[in-house]
């Protein structure tokens, strides 16, 4: 049974840095195959992208993250890693990690909180 657990978030002032981190369980040697994503959902707001990684290392980001966050992975662990540094308000929304190999799979979701 596929699981991904994350974690990192937290509450943090505008210009800080977080680092969110997703463990893949379940996934068995697929798991450097697997397309893995970062999403978030902010109140009122529908679901965005925020960041994908493919199984070559190559990386995805929205406008409005490129350039602050960074996402990696490291598949040896079964795990990636999403730095979010310069955080603005804005950037407050609960964070999704996302991983896609034959289906698609969520996890439950981290909150994330920008604030003075």
């Known amino acids: 049974q596929v699981q991904l657990v994350e974690s990192g978030g937290g509450l943090a002032q505008p210009g800080g840095s977080l680092r969110l981190s997703c463990a893949a369980s379940?996934?068995?040697?697929?798991?450097?195959?697997?397309?893995m994503g970062w999403y978030r959902q902010a109140p009122g707001k529908e679901r965005e992208l925020v960041a994908t990684?493919?199984?070559?290392?190559?990386?995805n980001y929205s406008d409005s993250v490129k350039g602050r966050f960074t996402l990696s992975r490291d598949n040896a662990k079964n795990t990636v890693f999403l730095q979010m540094n310069s955080l603005k308000p804005e950037d407050t929304a609960v964070y999704y990690c996302?991983?896609?190999?034959?289906?698609?799979?969520w996890g439950q979701g981290t909150q994330v909180t920008v604030s003075p």
């Open positions: 990684i493919d199984s070559r290392g190559d990386t």
């Open positions: 996302n991983g896609v190999v034959m289906k698609e799979y």
């Open positions: 379940g996934f068995g040697n697929m798991f450097s195959l697997a397309r």
